[in-house]
């Protein structure tokens, strides 16, 4: 049950998020409010994401099995899925951060309607991937 | 101060995401695997981040301002319009079908290897691509 300690760490960073800087901690929204940033809003969204750069390259080393891909997947579905990713979060204003874990836990009925139908589609999702590809 | 809290913030949700499993395509696509062998350590992963947050996060609103800022920065709006669920389910096809979601896309990213790095590029033009046709949207 490691990842129940996974994710009660992840609730751990978003309520320090908003405890200090009252943000929400999401994602695609913050990735998206780059593009373009507005002065006043770039630095805390870009050492952000720093930090979940610097999170990741130094973890590589210490769980390198968690970086391993195990997936049939070519580079043309790689460029499918981050498409819609990017393209599906800004319209849909979030993300599995933003809607999955922020907006639940304060009970935002639009978290909940988003984070149903995202993960329903992601179940579509790979049904239709191993209906096509013959396999994950 | 605010953008060092936010590198922190970065920092312990990249390992929250490592331990959960998020950036193993093979376990969140197992997750959403419902008809083959399904695994549920996802849902660990929501359980331990929501029990925790929807927790803290009511305590914290007894604050009438963040630490460091003048105001919460909190969505408010409760419609649920066509928007928010096309933008859902779009969201959710690309996430099956790569197995990555954006937190777990970057955190992996920073290891080099080329699918998340595709991966990363093509999610940056897709929301580029939405900034240019928003204004259409309304």
Redesign the interface.
């Known amino acids: 049950m490691i990842s129940i300690v996974g994710g009660a760490i992840i609730g751990i960073a978003v309520s320090l998020m908003l405890l200090f800087n009252g943000r929400v901690t999401g994602i695609s929204g913050i990735v998206g409010g780059l593009l373009p940033a507005k002065s006043n809003d770039f630095n805390w969204r870009a050492t952000f994401i720093l930090g979940l750069l610097a999170g990741g390259f130094i973890l590589q080393f210490v769980l390198p099995e968690a970086f391993e891909i195990k997936s049939s997947a070519q580079t043309i579905d790689y460029i499918i899925a981050g498409l819609l990713v990017g393209f599906g979060t800004l319209l849909g204003n979030g993300c599995t951060s933003g809607h999955g874990v922020c907006g639940i836990s304060r009970f935002s009925t639009r978290s909940i309607m988003s984070t149903v139908t995202f993960i329903s589609f992601g179940v579509l999702s790979v049904l239709l991937f191993k209906f096509i590809r013959g396999g994950l | 101060m605010?953008?060092?809290?936010?590198?922190?913030?970065?920092?312990?949700?990249?390992?929250?995401?490592?331990?959960?499993?998020?950036?193993?395509?093979?376990v969140v696509?197992g997750f959403?695997?419902?008809?083959?062998q399904w695994n549920l350590?996802?849902?660990?992963?929501?359980?331990?981040?929501?029990?925790?947050?929807?927790v803290?996060?009511?305590l914290?609103?007894k604050?009438k301002?963040?630490?460091?800022?003048t105001?919460?920065?909190?969505?408010t709006?409760?419609?649920?319009d066509p928007?928010?669920?096309?933008?859902?389910?779009?969201?959710?096809?690309?996430?099956?079908?790569?197995?990555?979601?954006?937190?777990p896309?970057?955190?992996?990213?920073?290891?080099g290897?080329?699918?998340?790095l595709?991966?990363?590029?093509?999610?940056?033009?897709?929301?580029?691509?939405?900034?240019l046709i928003?204004k259409k949207?309304g």
Do not use: N
């Open positions: 605010r953008a060092l809290i936010s590198f922190i913030v970065g920092l312990i949700f990249s390992v929250g995401l490592v331990f959960g499993g998020m950036t193993q395509v093979h696509r959403l695997d419902f008809f083959g350590a996802l849902m660990g992963v929501m359980i331990g981040a929501i029990g925790v947050h929807s803290l996060y009511f914290i609103r604050r301002t963040p630490m460091l800022d105001h919460f920065h909190v969505p709006r409760k419609d649920v928007r928010l669920l096309a933008g859902a389910a779009l969201f959710g096809l690309g996430w099956g079908w790569a197995g990555i979601c954006p937190g896309g970057i955190v992996a990213a920073a290891s290897q080329t699918p998340f595709i991966f990363i590029a093509a999610m940056i033009a897709g929301m580029g691509l939405f900034k928003e949207l």
